[in-house]
């Protein structure tokens, strides 16, 4: 956490009249609820966590009674889970409004706005459809680009009303054919989502870095210890893309990054700085040199047969893409032919950015067709590449990848069995239609910034910004007049926060076998109050006293006041999320507490008159 995170803790509803404090807030806001007493309150933890549950956050979520599942992917906020909830979404809401401005739309959007934008069909089944009583096409909507860009179109008319940056925090909707992981990857979630409209291209910079500076405020408030990762826009179309991701090993992205300086990047965008290879040095005339290598057919195989490195072998992938021919307009298929180095691998995001499209192994008869040989000989010598994919319409595309540029005296298969060639250099003996980033990084690998090694980790997406461009404002036809009266199309960004991710992230970054610890700021209680027996008058009276204290001091508290064994009281508060606890016992008699820190599980005895300052301690160390 930050420092000006500290503050917006402890002065927060001072400065802006704006009360975080779900419990009582002494700011005059006006919310000042009684204590929080647990033996009132319905929070319903469990001994199991459910059957199904993998990760952390799934087991700990639905144990410690935040939330409870209505069918696959659809889940009920309970009273902790809420008060979470509502804590992330006030921070998100007070740093937006400093940017941008809060809408209210709805999620039931009619078929027209998805068809215009061009949505509508390539949504697939991941958009939930339905028809009114009329017949007419529905849907719920998973983000609000057409939403946001229909009222953009039909109100803004100049560039002196610009620039706009429209928000909004409110459920989406996503078909998810495998909702699993509890909150992870669900069918109804909750967003922030925010569009900017600039009249050209350094306005859109300047909203973009916006976001990006407030994106960093909210989630450091959040006391996450997050990443921003360089990212593939992908089908989203924009230039210039951020992630925000969390490290875990409940998350389903990799991201490449290095412990030496500031590097990040998600395995679609991640390079590495690779160590020079010695060629090979040209054998007989220097001409390609067929070789025997009878049954030899993997890299290593033929590597080891001739005694080579496979650093120095070409590996040779067959593959099929539809394209459409520029000028009928009919889709057909051409033969795609990726050349890595023999010991690196393809990765599938890079190829396809390269490609514009999805690629397919080519089948038994497209190999023979195009190479004339069984495959596990293929080579890129004696076919004729295309030059140029828009003019050479008929001819295969040859990509190279880059770690085989400069490279010579190679060794690829010579497109007939059981034989390879030797001396092969690219741009002598064959010619590539482009060379392209292509290459999957690997761990241990250098950082193309520092040189040291690269790690590779598994995260959560907390958050995405990215600049559409003018894709929607295109598509759906959004005009203003510029400076000189010419009418000019205005340029958009996207920018969106899973509010569930941010608690699942959470929980997943603190938790051990007992239960998890929220950052202070998202918790649902800062402080829970244990008296180990309510029976006895003098722990009884003396933990009312420290909690009334701590609550006007700005703490966020409950009282544990059921008639519980001690047991069953740590346990619980063990499991459900809160940062600190004071344990009121025997001790009492002679003027001190337990206060106990959950992530550390550090125990202190503290005299009670001393309990509010140290716990302000800790929370400013916590962060
Ligand atoms: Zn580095």
Same mark, same amino acid.
């Given at each position: 956490?930050?420092?000006?995170?500290?503050?917006?803790?402890?002065?927060?509803?001072?400065?802006?009249?704006?009360?975080?404090?779900?419990?009582?807030?002494?700011?005059?806001?006006?919310?000042?609820?009684?204590?929080?007493?647990?033996?009132?309150?319905?929070?319903?933890?469990?001994?199991?966590?459910?059957?199904?549950?993998?990760?952390?956050?799934?087991?700990?979520?639905?144990?410690?009674?935040?939330?409870?599942?209505?069918?696959?992917?659809?889940?009920?906020?309970?009273?902790?889970?809420?008060?979470?909830?509502?804590?992330?979404?006030?921070?998100?809401?007070?740093?937006?409004?400093?940017?941008?401005?809060?809408?209210?739309?709805?999620?039931?959007?009619?078929?027209?706005?998805?068809?215009?934008?061009?949505?509508?069909?390539?949504?697939?089944?991941?958009?939930?459809?339905?028809?009114?009583?009329?017949?007419?096409?529905?849907?719920?909507?998973?983000?609000?680009?057409?939403?946001?860009?229909?009222?953009?179109?039909?109100?803004?008319?100049?560039?002196?009303?610009?620039?706009?940056?429209?928000?909004?925090?409110?459920?989406?909707?996503?078909?998810?054919?495998?909702?699993?992981?509890?909150?992870?990857?669900?069918?109804?979630?909750?967003?922030?989502?925010?569009?900017?409209?600039?009249?050209?291209?350094?306005?859109?910079?300047?909203?973009?870095?916006?976001?990006?500076?407030?994106?960093?405020?909210?989630?450091?408030?959040?006391?996450?210890?997050?990443?921003?990762?360089?990212?593939?826009?992908?089908?989203?179309?924009?230039?210039?893309?951020?992630?925000?991701?969390?490290?875990?090993?409940?998350?389903?992205?990799?991201?490449?990054?290095?412990?030496?300086?500031?590097?990040?990047?998600?395995?679609?965008?991640?390079?590495?700085?690779?160590?020079?290879?010695?060629?090979?040095?040209?054998?007989?005339?220097?001409?390609?040199?067929?070789?025997?290598?009878?049954?030899?057919?993997?890299?290593?195989?033929?590597?080891?047969?001739?005694?080579?490195?496979?650093?120095?072998?070409?590996?040779?992938?067959?593959?099929?893409?539809?394209?459409?021919?520029?000028?009928?307009?009919?889709?057909?298929?051409?033969?795609?032919?990726?050349?890595?180095?023999?010991?690196?691998?393809?990765?599938?995001?890079?190829?396809?950015?390269?490609? =514009?499209? !999805?690629? +397919?192994?080519?089948?038994?008869? #497209? &190999?023979?067709?195009? @190479? %004339?040989?069984?495959?596990? *000989?293929?080579?890129?010598?004696?076919?004729?590449?295309?030059?140029?994919?828009?003019?050479?319409?008929?001819?295969?595309?040859?990509?190279?990848?880059?770690?085989?540029?400069?490279?010579?005296?190679?060794?690829?298969?010579?497109?007939?069995?059981?034989?390879?060639?030797?001396?092969?250099?690219?741009?002598?003996?064959?010619?590539?239609?482009?060379?392209?980033?292509?290459?999957?990084?690997?761990?241990?690998?250098?950082?193309?910034?520092? =040189?040291? !090694?690269? +790690?590779?980790?598994?995260?959560? #997406? &907390?958050?995405?910004? @990215? %600049?559409?461009?003018?894709? *929607?404002?295109?598509?759906?036809?959004?005009?203003?007049?510029?400076?000189?009266?010419?009418?000019?199309?205005?340029?958009?960004?996207?920018?969106?926060?899973?509010?569930?991710?941010?608690?699942?992230?959470?929980?997943?970054?603190?938790?051990?076998?007992?239960?998890?610890?929220?950052?202070?700021?998202?918790?649902?209680?800062?402080?829970?109050?244990?008296?180990?027996?309510?029976?006895?008058?003098?722990?009884?009276?003396?933990?009312?006293?420290?909690?009334?204290?701590?609550?006007?001091?700005?703490?966020?508290?409950?009282?544990?006041?059921?008639?519980?064994?001690?047991?069953?009281?740590?346990?619980?508060?063990?499991?459900?999320?809160?940062?600190?606890?004071?344990?009121?016992?025997?001790?009492?008699?002679?003027?001190?507490?337990?206060?106990?820190?959950?992530?550390?599980?550090?125990?202190?005895?503290?005299?009670?008159?001393?309990?509010?300052?140290?716990?302000?301690?800790?929370?400013?160390?916590?962060?």
């Amino acid at each position: 956490m930050s420092p000006e995170a500290i503050i917006y803790n402890n002065q927060f509803p001072f400065e802006s009249g704006l009360c975080l404090r779900l419990g009582a807030c002494y700011s005059g806001c006006g919310n000042n609820k009684l204590m929080h007493r647990w033996s009132e309150l319905f929070i319903p933890t469990l001994r199991e966590a459910p059957a199904d549950a993998e990760v952390a956050s799934h087991k700990f979520l639905v144990r410690a009674g935040y939330i409870r599942q209505l069918a696959a992917g659809i889940y009920s906020y309970l009273f902790l889970g809420n008060r979470s909830f509502n804590k992330i979404m006030a921070i998100v809401r007070q740093e937006m409004d400093k940017i941008g401005q809060e809408f209210y739309l709805p999620a039931l959007h009619p078929r027209e706005i998805w068809e215009a934008s061009g949505r509508w069909g390539l949504m697939g089944e991941n958009l939930f459809r339905l028809k009114d009583r009329k017949g007419a096409d529905m849907c719920l909507g998973m983000t609000e680009e057409e939403v946001m860009t229909s009222i953009a179109l039909k109100e803004l008319r100049s560039y002196k009303q610009l620039p706009q940056i429209w928000y909004q925090i409110a459920p989406k909707f996503r078909d998810e054919p495998r909702p699993k992981s509890g909150l992870l990857r669900v069918r109804q979630f909750m967003m922030k989502d925010a569009y900017s409209f600039d009249i050209d291209a350094a306005g859109l910079d300047v909203s973009y870095k916006k976001h990006y500076e407030t994106y960093r405020r909210i989630f450091d408030r959040c006391g996450l210890k997050y990443m921003v990762v360089e990212a593939d826009s992908g089908a989203m179309g924009g230039k210039e893309s951020h992630e925000f991701m969390v490290r875990t090993p409940a998350g389903e992205d990799q991201i490449v990054s290095c412990d030496g300086c500031n590097y990040a990047a998600n395995m679609e965008k991640a390079t590495s700085k690779l160590e020079a290879v010695a060629d090979l040095a040209a054998e007989g005339d220097g001409k390609p040199l067929e070789v025997h290598t009878p049954g030899q057919k993997t890299i290593e195989d033929v590597a080891r047969f001739l005694g080579v490195s496979p650093k120095n072998k070409i590996k040779t992938l067959a593959l099929m893409a539809e394209e459409k021919d520029e000028k009928t307009g009919k889709s057909k298929l051409r033969g795609i032919v990726v050349l890595m180095r023999g010991d690196h691998q393809v990765n599938e995001a890079k190829l396809n950015g390269a490609v =514009g499209g !999805a690629t +397919r192994p080519m089948d038994e008869n #497209e &190999i023979k067709a195009l @190479f %004339k040989s069984p495959a596990g *000989y293929l080579g890129p010598v004696g076919i004729e590449w295309a030059r140029d994919r828009k003019k050479d319409a008929d001819k295969p595309v040859l990509f190279v990848d880059q770690a085989l540029e400069g490279r010579a005296n190679l060794i690829a298969g010579a497109n007939k069995e059981d034989y390879h060639l030797k001396n092969l250099t690219p741009g002598k003996e064959f010619h590539p239609t482009a060379y392209a980033d292509l290459r999957a990084v690997t761990a241990g690998e250098a950082c193309p910034n520092c =040189g040291k !090694a690269l +790690r590779i980790d598994t995260a959560v #997406e &907390i958050g995405h910004i @990215f %600049k559409l461009g003018y894709r *929607y404002s295109e598509s759906m036809g959004a005009r203003v007049l510029d400076k000189n009266g010419k009418e000019v199309t205005p340029i958009m960004g996207s920018y969106g926060i899973g509010i569930e991710r941010i608690l699942t992230a959470a929980v997943e970054q603190g938790n051990d076998e007992n239960g998890f610890w929220l950052p202070a700021a998202i918790a649902p209680f800062e402080v829970v109050v244990a008296p180990v027996n309510v029976k006895d008058e003098a722990v009884r009276t003396a933990a009312e006293d420290i909690a009334k204290r701590l609550e006007a001091a700005g703490f966020d508290v409950i009282l544990d006041d059921r008639d519980e064994r001690p047991g069953v009281k740590f346990k619980d508060a063990d499991l459900v999320g809160i940062p600190f606890r004071v344990t009121v016992g025997k001790k009492v008699t002679e003027g001190t507490v337990e206060v106990v820190l959950r992530s550390t599980r550090e125990v202190r005895d503290v005299t009670i008159s001393a309990v509010v300052e140290h716990l302000q301690g800790l929370l400013r160390r916590a962060g």
